[in-house]
């Protein structure tokens, strides 16, 4: 049985590696942040899933910011696989919080990497680092590939790219089976909601059944490449299972604005977003990414990985799952006004 080790498992690729290694039988430990209120909700369904053997699946304390737990749990552990997901990984709030964004993001790649060295796991562990497509920033070429030149336009992607360098500089220093997955935007019903996708659809779902007046969004024109972070991850698993590591950009080839994001959720709930969105100024980032498309040949070509949910499917799935919560916001008050 392989064993493996996720920062970040709380998040949205977090949660859907972990079922996925689970389903290929792997042992996995995940490190979690200390906390006042649970923050464990993505995970729940694993450990009350009867298919799932809840005795694979492990969760420490621990932080980026902490690099004596973190060579505790590799000596102790000793994974053969270690996913690095953990960030702050908001973009617009790198530019209120960069100091912490850079600690976490950027050194929190140096500490695992360096955990890695002092626990003796070079010649044993495969790593995984969560490079992002906002690297690219103010793009050099359309679309970008794993060669396009870097310009990073916020603290969060330059953070990422920090620690995108680093782990090609312990791959070729110390012989680490290192990849990083420059991944595209990768949305679920899994993904936070003060991310643009989910507060569309969570809003939009709202406002249908009566519990919410309008939606206040920022920047409208910018264009990302979308995909679905569920089929994401099994491509983060692929780089880990090759003989030679190296770095993969995993997207759709596809762009679309966050206007088209709109129509393709409101119209979906027979609605016309342009009666319920407003725009804030606040919501803007100080340095805009206009446009990212990634072209993933080489992730086909080489993983024989490709996305297969579209762009709409993608809306629909995530309008469906919020659905679903609001009418249970809903059904609680009506209950609670008798």
């Known amino acids: 049985m392989k064993k493996a080790l996720i920062t970040g498992i709380t998040g949205q690729d977090g949660s859907y590696l972990a079922e996925l290694l689970l389903g290929k039988n792997y042992e996995v430990h995940g490190i979690i942040r200390r906390a006042s209120t649970f923050n464990t909700s993505r995970l729940d369904h694993l450990y009350k899933d009867p298919l799932v053997d809840d005795t694979k699946l492990f969760l420490h304390y621990g932080d980026l910011a902490d690099s ?7 000596y102790e552990l000793q994974p053969d696989e270690i996913y690095n997901l953990g960030a702050q990984s908001h973009v617009r709030v790198s530019f209120d919080v960069p100091e912490y964004t850079s600690d976490v993001t950027a050194l929190g790649a140096t500490r695992i990497l360096e955990s890695l060295r002092e626990a003796g796991l070079v010649n044993k562990a495969r790593y995984y680092q969560a490079s992002s497509s906002e690297m690219f920033g103010k793009v050099q070429e359309v679309p970008q590939t794993e060669t396009t ?3 990073p336009r916020s603290p969060y992607a330059c953070a990422k790219l920090y620690a995108h360098w680093l782990t090609i500089n312990f791959r070729e220093s110390y012989g ?7 991944l595209f935007n990768h949305e679920s019903p899994r993904r ?3 991310f643009v996708t989910r507060k569309i659809t969570r809003a ?3 406002i249908k059944l009566g519990l919410q007046k309008k939606l206040i969004l920022g920047n409208l024109d910018a264009k990302r490449d979308w995909g679905y972070a569920k089929e994401y991850v099994e491509a983060m698993w692929l780089m880990l ?3 030679n590591p190296d770095d993969y950009v995993i997207a759709t080839n596809e762009t679309h604005s966050v206007r088209e994001f709109l129509e393709e959720v409101f119209s979906y709930l027979d609605m016309d977003w342009n009666e319920y969105v407003g725009f804030d100024k606040k919501y803007e980032r100080p340095a805009e990414v206009e446009l990212l498309i990634g072209d993933p040949s080489k992730a086909k070509n080489q993983l024989g990985w490709e996305p297969k949910v579209t762009f709409a499917e993608l809306a629909r799935i995530m309008v469906d799952a919020d659905m679903e919560i609001a009418k249970r916001e809903l059904a609680i008050k009506q209950a609670m006004e008798g």
């Open 68 to 74: 004596v737990q973190l060579v505790k749990l590799l």
């Open 149 to 151: 030149p870097f310009w």
């Open 176 to 182: 680490l089976h290192a990849s990083s997955g420059i």
């Open 192 to 194: 936070g909601e003060t």
């Open 204 to 206: 939009a779902t709202r």
């Open 241 to 243: 299972q090759q003989d």
